[in-house]
């Protein structure tokens, strides 16, 4: 997740826009994802860029409301409900509040004890609305989105008129026609459905799609059939969609609770210019996430944010697992080497600690290595994000410090006044730091404290309604292949023997055709 701006916004109720960046399919190494975990992603991460781009932090600090960007993993099993959960209970265990590195007194929050890597999430004390996208990609009206709301007014009401209000020169947000069900919530299966889950359906949103229905469930969703070899991306939409999101979230957060979607609208639609389908990131970033997952940009943010990691906790843990090419966005088991985090004491790895003795050796240090994507876009997030502090007071900039990682950026005077902490672009330049991880892990389930990583405790925090989603998970070594490689030898007798045997046939039926001749029956 990240803010928009500095921790002086820390305590304005949250504009959240969230999305999934992951999919799924029967084939769990054929996951492309195209039109969901891949164009929702692209939208959402160019609406952070369009809002970092056209409005600084000294503008945001003065709205009434904060921006908030949440990428969340394993959505398809409702990976943002622990998010959300915790924002409203999480409570860390008396004592085990720590530095996420020991060392360093400056640095992040931590628990320990149950495993949080990070505590910025307790800044969002309050969601003021959630805005979402989904299947944008390959929108089935004519030049138009579909704007999905509750239509019982306030928050939800306001959000959708103002996306109606904040269409481009390509396409025209307007109502779906999706009707509410008597006992569902109108919304396709996004985010904003945790949201409305946990809090009982109390904190309102909207969602901007490509369909104008509840729910597009028709091939090729969830299967190896969804990637660009197969049907196109839609730049145009992708472009137009992270344009609505970024004009309504800043309308969101100027918002005083009028409700004024009219010069909420035009506020935002006069700070933040249409983006276009040629953009140089957005059309680099579409060729990562849809055709190479191992590109270059994607390498490049994550190998700086795994320098920034290092250069903070002494560990040199590198890039974590690429979406490969074509990409698979399958989320894949939760784990060391795949985003689960850990605390390092006396040497020692463990998912949870629960002694008091983290801290005695300057090597202690809470930390995690997520895959490549992940890590990517935290550092896009502090690039894109991060450099509207430079912006001072007077309206001048301040000159950015150039720096090869996070050490380099230690009081950089633009990143001090708002109490921010620096960190290191992947353009090699000292920004304020707006990305954090957070655990995309069932509610009911834990790390097991003075455990290593892998084991995990349930919980009855959950009031019953976690579906408690699992894999079977023994090691790192043994899993299943839905196409297996074999050696060439046993394709090499496989073929013999089936030439042996149609031989033999023939011989059987020339035998037999002779016999039936001499008895006369052919």
């Known amino acids: 997740s990240a803010s928009s701006s500095g921790l002086s916004n820390s305590y304005k109720p949250a504009v959240v826009v969230g999305t999934s960046i992951d ?33 600084d932090d000294a503008t945001l600090d003065k709205l009434n409301n904060r921006i908030v960007f949440g990428f969340f993993e394993g959505e398809a099993l409702d990976g943002s409900r622990k998010f959300v959960y915790d924002i409203l209970n999480f409570q860390c265990k008396d004592g085990y509040k720590v530095r996420s590195v020991a060392k360093d007194s400056n640095s992040d929050m931590a628990c320990i004890n149950p495993m949080r890597p990070n505590l910025r999430f307790k800044d969002l004390n309050s969601i003021a609305a959630f805005l979402t996208v989904d299947q944008i990609g390959v929108p089935t009206g004519d030049g138009n989105l579909f ?36 006992d569902q919530y109108p919304y396709p299966p996004t985010p904003l459905n945790s949201l409305l889950s946990v809090t009982g359906g109390n904190i ?30 839609n730049l145009k939409a992708i472009a137009s969609a992270a344009t609505i999101l970024a004009r309504t979230a800043l309308a969101a957060a100027y918002d005083d609770g009028s409700y004024d979607y009219e010069t909420a609208a035009y506020y935002a639609k006069n700070l933040i210019s249409e983006l276009s389908y040629d953009n140089e990131v957005l059309l680099e970033l579409a060729n990562c996430l849809y055709v190479d997952g191992n590109c270059k940009m994607l390498n490049q943010y ?51 600690y629960n002694n008091n003795d983290y801290g005695q ?10 895959k490549m994507l992940q890590q990517a876009l935290k550092n896009m997030l502090h690039t894109f994000l ?27 005077s633009y990143c001090s006044t708002d109490a921010d902490s620096a960190t290191c672009s992947a353009h090699n330049v000292c920004v304020c730091k707006r990305g954090f991880y957070h655990i995309a892990l069932d509610e009911a389930v834990n790390p097991a404290a003075g455990k ?11 009031a019953g309604v ?55 029956l052919y």
């Open 147 to 182: 704007v999905h709301n509750s239509g019982q007014g306030g928050m939800g009401t306001f959000l959708a008129n103002v996306m109606k209000y904040s269409g481009t020169s390509y396409f025209t947000p307007t109502s779906s026609a999706a009707g509410n069900n008597a």
């Open 23 to 55: 999919s799924t399919s029967m084939f769990h190494d054929m996951v492309p994802g195209a039109n969901e975990g891949a164009s929702n992603t692209l939208t959402v991460i160019m609406a952070a860029y369009l809002i970092g781009k056209s409005v």
């Open 386 to 412: 991060g450099k509207g502090s430079m912006v001072t007071q007077d309206g001048s900039e301040a000159s950015a410090r150039r720096c090869s990682t996070s050490a380099d950026c230690s009081g950089v």
């Open 466 to 520: 976690s579906p408690l989603w699992t894999e079977p998970f023994w090691s790192n070594n043994v899993g299943v292949k839905m196409y297996r490689y074999s050696a060439s030898n046993p394709g090499i007798f496989v073929l013999v023997g089936g030439a042996v045997f149609l031989g033999t046939c023939f011989f059987v039926v020339v035998l037999l055709k002779v016999a039936l001749k001499k008895q006369k």
């Open 361 to 370: 050796s300057s090597s202690d240090a809470v930390s995690m290595r997520p």
């Open 204 to 233: 309102d949103g909207a969602v901007l799609t490509g369909y104008d229905y509840v729910f597009t469930k028709r091939p090729p969703y969830q299967s190896h059939l969804n990637w660009v070899q197969n049907q196109n991306m």
């Open 452 to 462: 290593s990583t892998g084991f995990f405790e349930m919980s009855s925090s959950d």
């Open 302 to 352: 994550a190998a700086m944010e795994a320098a920034n990691e290092r250069a903070a906790t002494g560990m040199d843990l590198g890039v974590g697992k690429s979406l490969g090419k074509p990409p698979n966005y399958y989320v894949g088991v939760y784990h060391i080497d795949n985003g689960q985090p850990f605390v390092k004491v006396g040497g020692n790895i463990y998912g949870a």
